[in-house]
């Protein structure tokens, strides 16, 4: 009797045992589903930052952004604004945005035309300051009677990304007085400079970080900084 | 033949030039009969436009974009429409290119006919300038193969 008793008491607590175990299973697995579908959304998520940060212009919408500065452009040459005029200035602007669309906005991303329009407006009296002190200085160099011109070719690795921004520096160095951009190879400039100051002035970067400022640039280093951060974080928390 | 070229100055620099000289080019042709300019130098513009993206940007690019035969048919059709319109002049009763007869088929006074013939004419000679000079400047560089000899272009090539 006590024996029968006996197992039948360790028969219920095996039971019982037995259906803890399948909810605990059943908990574990929920619980990897979720974390596997919370993993899952936030590869999403980051790959949209990624999509958003590196996405162009579609075909059309470059297409409409050339036509529309084209048609700036020719009224602003043609200044005859009847119909005619007009209708042939729409024609002859949709051809050359048909032929050369993919020429005009080659590395634009979406949504950054306007900020970097406005930037590169804040950044040209910056330029035309820094063009007026240098060309002040190489007007020393030349009038003092020893000429202590001192010529020197400088390299250095840029940290830009596009052609545009490499353009936008190489053509700034070039303008100011005292600096000339030879080559870029590589990422690599390759500047004659007139002085150890002026070569100097160049090294500080400060003219680079406003470029890079106006390309955005800096906005793109950011994003890289999130998901590197977001991949170490997940690496962790895959080892937990 | 001419490869694409090494320094990103200047091909940036073509790459957004191109759409506006282009334009231009389109708008020296259209305001020929009011301001100086015309047929034959919108045409070199718009040749030389794509002389620069051919040497900023190289043969194959230039080949995709704008395929010889489909700018030598505009250059016949440049020629077409330079002699079409003279003829129709001649065959309603005038002279040769006199554009005034034009108004009987335009609906407009003859001095109107007059500006949009010789609009006509110009666009039809922008299009023969811009397609021999566009050819020429090919042909230079290309060592006078045409993009459908490749079998002559192996042979050359076989032989030294």
Redesign the interface.
């Known amino acids: 009797m006590e024996v029968t008793l006996f197992i039948h008491a360790a028969d219920d607590a095996f039971r019982i045992l037995e259906n803890a175990k399948v909810q605990a299973v059943g908990l574990l697995d929920t619980a990897t589903r979720l974390t596997s579908e919370t993993r899952w959304m936030e590869e999403k998520k980051v790959q949209g930052i990624l999509k958003g940060a590196q996405a162009t212009r579609s075909g059309f919408q470059n297409f409409f952004a ?1 036509f529309v500065m ?1 048609l700036a ?2 009224a602003l ?2 200044g ?1 604004f009847d119909t005619f ?1 007009l209708s ?1 200035g729409v024609i ?2 949709l ?3 048909y ?2 669309h993919d ?2 906005f ?1 590395n634009v991303r979406v949504g950054d035309g306007r900020v970097i329009a406005q930037r590169f407006l804040f950044y040209i009296p910056w330029l035309l300051r820094e063009i007026v002190t240098a060309n002040f200085y190489v007007a020393y160099l030349a009038l003092s009677p020893r000429m202590p011109i001192d010529p020197q070719i400088i390299t250095f690795r840029t940290k830009l990304e596009s ?2 921004s ?2 936008a520096l ?2 700034s160095i070039t303008l100011t007085p005292g600096t000339i ?1 030879i ?2 190879e590589n990422r690599e400039f390759i500047v004659h400079a007139l002085d150890r100051k002026v070569a100097g002035d160049l090294d500080t970067g400060e003219m680079e970080d406003r470029v890079a400022h106006i390309f955005m640039e800096a906005d793109h280093i950011y994003i890289q900084d999130v998901l590197d951060v977001s991949r170490v974080f997940a690496a962790l928390k895959r080892g937990m | 033949m001419i490869a694409s070229s090494d ?3 200047i ?3 073509a ?2 030039f ?3 000289i ?3 080019a ?2 020296v042709i ?2 020929g009969h ?1 301001s100086p300019g015309g047929g034959f130098q919108g045409g070199v513009i718009l040749g030389a436009s794509m002389a620069l993206l051919l040497i900023t940007h190289g043969y194959d690019e230039v080949k995709r ?2 395929p010889e035969n489909v700018v030598l048919l505009m250059g016949s059709v440049g020629v077409l429409i330079y002699a079409g319109i003279g003829l129709t002049c001649l065959l309603l009763g005038g002279n040769y290119l006199d554009y005034g007869q034009l108004s009987v088929i335009l609906h407009v006074e003859p001095a109107h006919a007059r500006s949009l013939g010789i609009l006509g004419v110009e666009l039809g000679v922008g299009f023969t300038v811009m397609a021999i000079m566009y050819s020429i400047f090919f042909d230079i560089s290309t060592g006078g193969i045409l993009p459908g000899d490749d079998k002559l272009n192996g042979e050359l090539e076989d032989n030294g």
């Open positions: 050339t084209l452009f020719w040459l043609s005859k005029h042939l002859c602007s051809i050359v945005a032929l050369s020429l005009l080659a052609d545009i490499w353009v190489a053509n951009t080559d870029i | 320094d990103i100055i091909k940036t620099i790459r957004i191109v759409p506006f282009q334009l231009y389109l708008y259209m305001h009011y974009r704008f």
